[in-house]
């Protein structure tokens, strides 16, 4: 057979499962975008003020996986948001000190490609990473650390002090913005890379036919209409559109002042199970459903559904390296864990 | 001045300081053995039975970090022996499932270099690591799973299972044995050379003049009479020789049925405090002194207590990096996290 023969055929297929335009097109027009493939262009993303350096990035490593910034000293940013396992503790609700269950029984969001989003928390009320992780580390279910806590732990530890300044200069004030900055910095870093990327940035073959196939359904039915974007979320939408969420009645949570709720990112939704802000459906499957008649107001099918997530499985990424640091050992000045 | 010159002055200075023998002879004829310095002979002693491979080791590191395997999939084997940190949480009394603590008020002993001892638990009860690992994972304050909960939990991720299969080959059975097993298999290689190794293997100016002279202390003292080996500690030994623990009443530990304890290694000991089988006492010196009391029915001086810790810093070991591992994802079929 000629190339030609087959290249027309090929063509042809094309057309056939995906109309005049090609997927990859659909996809980029539905507002689907790429983590770019350069460190300048995803430089200009998660760092649009250079204030990102190597030794914020490694000290904010270290803090966030520091027991010592939590109340007991036996919970850390990594407790809930675990890096090991999709950035999530994969709970239904996140447990922190005492045990507590979180009061509004809200699911621990992923810190994987937080950085694309627009806002942070469930109801948005942080703008950037090193806003948010102020919030978790004082709120008492969760690391219930006053911040002269905080503070008085990590400038009782010279190698800590001693990092700091060689961060930001002799001259640091060591307070809890700048501990909980630098924790965000790190957060900047977290970006996963995945198969999906490779195709939106031109390799037709990044994904196999049955995702592409999951693709254009998932676009098609209009899940692209809140997962957009760089992080396919991410951004503050309306909840219960189009009717009730079946276990609505589980925790208190109603958005924000204007009843939104961020949209979660769909990148690694395999891995971070389970879904919804309280968590209630492990099956993503069931998730994709779900969201087909609270959002959209239309009937996805079990088969439609497990196209969507087979398309869902291309957006497994790839994580970034860690090395699991070595912390400063206390001193007979850092405050002891408190536990009651 | 002529270097012949220097040189006796140089010796004059030495016997002055340590007798006629050497610090590094008494140290040795004291009992304290370095961590060899070739992998041949580290093998003979880690793994004599030479069951380690690569295969079982990166799989025994995943397990160990895996909150998965507890009943509330939140608590892993480092949470308790947190490689950040010492392989310790630092706390006085191990937290566990529920936010318990250890009913008996134990501490939680390092893992790193816990491949020396001669016996595991408080009460060595265990005789290697392998079995250790059984303990905690089913224990009700601690990881509070039950075996069948940690196998159906490992054997519903084909990940798992495909790791398991070709670390043990096809037809492995991937019990709550295997699993732990491995867990033992990885903490196996955790062990941290120090400066003290390198003195011990021949490298006169690995000590400082001031750790030489703690050291002096830490032998003519008696403390060896414990703490000797490559563990520095690790064997069972009797508690309360000389005088009574002064804090005794924390906890009801009694030691095994002959009322021995576990002695601990003083390796990385400037990185666990708190110290005792109850942590009750958090300055190293403090400990040093009430070991003098209890122990050898002698008065360890302040000074005395602070230049053997000066020669502890010398223990502070190398630790082995750690990648972080990307755990495999549950499937539907993982039985779900247990909250109560």
Known sequence: ????????????????????????????????????????????????????????????????????????????????????????????????????????????????????????????????????????????PEMASPKALVEERINSIPEYVEAFKKAYGENVKIDFTTITATIGLFERTLITPSRFDDFLNGDENALSVSEKEGLKLFIDKGCVSCHSGIALGGTMQPFQVAGKYKFASI????????????????????????????????????????????????????????KIVTFFNALEGKKPTITYPQLPKSTNKTPKPIID
């Open 251 to 306: 925790g208190d949570f109603k958005g924000d002042k204007n009843g939104l709720v961020k949209t979660p990112t769909l990148r690694n939704i395999t891995q971070t199970a389970p879904y919804f802000h309280n968590g209630a459906i492990w099956n993503l499957a069931d998730a994709v459903k779900e969201m087909g008649s609270t959002q959209l107001g239309i009937k996805i099918s079990d088969e439609e559904a497990t």
């Open 1 to 140: 057979m000629k190339v030609s023969t087959i290249l027309a055929m090929s063509l042809v297929t094309s057309s056939l499962l995906f109309g005049k335009t090609t997927i990859m097109e659909q996809a980029k027009k539905a507002g689907l975008k790429a983590i770019p493939t350069t460190d300048s262009e995803i430089s200009k993303i998660i760092d649009p003020n250079h204030i990102l350096t190597k030794e914020k990035v490694e000290l904010g490593k270290k803090l966030f996986f520091e027991p010592r910034l939590s109340k007991s000293s036996l919970i850390s940013c990594n407790t809930c948001h675990n890096l090991a396992t999709g950035g999530v503790d994969g709970l239904a609700a996140a447990i922190g000190d005492k045990w507590t269950p979180n009061p509004h029984h809200l699911n621990s969001p992923t810190v994987y490609n937080a950085v694309f989003y627009d806002a942070q928390f469930w109801d948005g009320r942080s703008h950037n990473l090193e806003d948010q992780a102020q919030g978790p580390m004082q709120a008492t």
